[in-house]
C-alpha cells in the first residue's frame, strides 16, 4: 500500500483530518433512532455517587467510529435531570491532538465568558481550578486519542476543586485511552438495531418520505443497511 500510494500521487494526509468537523453539544432528538437504554443508563451514572473513592467520576463511552458515541454523550448532555443537577456543563472536542492549554481554555471560555486572552496554562489552570471550585460540574471530553497518562494527569489537576459528584464524559474508539480516564466501568457502545438502522437509513436516503412508496428500493436499502 505504501508504494501504491507513491504511484497514485497520494501524500500527506494528516492525522487531524481524519476525524473531520470539530463537534458540538447540539442534537436535534427528534432524529435520533433508538439509543433509549444506552442514555438512561449513561444518565444514571451521571446522576449517581457511586464513585465515592474518587471525587470525581469519569464515564468513558467507547466503540467503534461513527457508531454514536458523540450523540449518545450529546442526548446525556442536554436531558433536562442532568441539566439540573450540574451547576456547570462544559462541551469540548478534543479529537487527535491532545492539547492541554486548548481543552482548558474552551472549558475557561464556557464556564467564564470573557476571558479570552489567557494564553498560560499555568493561569489558565489557576482560574479553571478557581472556577470550579465547589461546583458540581459535567465536562464532556468527546473524541478523546490520547494514551499517555501524564498528559492527562495534567489535564485534569484543576479539576480536583469541583465538588463530590462531579462527572466527565469521555467519547473514544480507542480503549485503552477510556481505561487510563475512567473511574467507573467502561461503557460500550454497540450498533444500532436493525430497525433503527433502517429508519435512520431512510430518514437520510428518502429525506424522511415513506419507504413503503418505493417497494423496488427497500429491497437493496434493507441490505445496504444489514452492511
Ligand atoms: N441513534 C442515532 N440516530 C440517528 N443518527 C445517529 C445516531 N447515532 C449516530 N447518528 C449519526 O451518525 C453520525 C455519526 O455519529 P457520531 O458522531 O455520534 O459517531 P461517533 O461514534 O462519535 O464517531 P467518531 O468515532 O467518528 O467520533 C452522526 O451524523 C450522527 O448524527
Ligand atoms: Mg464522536
Not at 21 to 37: E, H, I, M, Q
Amino acid at each position: 500500500m505504501a508504494n501504491q500510494k507513491d504511484v497514485l500521487s497520494l501524500r500527506g494526509v494528516g492525522r487531524k483530518l481524519i476525524t473531520g468537523f470539530p463537534t458540538n453539544s447540539l442534537v436535534d432528538d427528534s432524529y435520533v433512532f433508538g439509543r433509549d437504554k444506552e442514555k438512561e443508563a449513561i444518565i444514571n451514572s451521571l446522576l449517581s455517587d457511586d464513585a465515592r473513592h474518587c471525587k470525581i467520576g469519569v464515564v468513558a463511552i467507547v466503540g467503534m467510529g461513527g457508531v454514536g458515541m458523540t450523540t449518545l454523550a450529546q442526548l446525556a448532555y442536554n436531558d433536562c435531570a442532568v441539566d439540573n443537577f450540574f451547576d456547570i456543563k462544559s462541551w469540548v472536542c478534543v479529537s487527535q491532538e491532545f492539547d492541554i492549554c486548548r481543552i482548558t481554555k474552551t472549558v475557561v471560555e464556557t464556564i467564564s465568558p470573557g476571558i479570552l486572552d489567557i494564553k498560560d496554562l499555568n493561569l489558565l489552570q489557576v482560574k479553571l481550578n478557581e472556577t470550579l471550585k465547589g461546583k458540581k460540574f459535567l465536562i464532556v471530553l468527546d473524541d478523546v486519542w490520547n494514551e499517555n497518562y501524564d498528559n492527562w494527569d495534567s489535564l485534569r489537576k484543576p479539576f480536583s476543586s469541583g465538588a463530590q459528584g462531579s462527572k466527565i464524559i469521555v467519547t473514544t474508539r480507542n480503549e485503552g485511552a477510556a481505561s487510563m480516564m475512567q473511574t467507573t466501568p467502561t461503557r460500550h457502545l454497540k450498533q444500532l438495531s436493525g430497525n433503527d438502522s433502517w429508519l435512520l437509513f431512510v430518514k437520510h436516503a428518502l429525506d424522511n418520505r415513506d419507504s413503503e412508496a418505493y417497494p423496488n428500493l427497500e429491497a437493496v436499502g434493507r441490505q445496504i443497511v444489514k452492511k
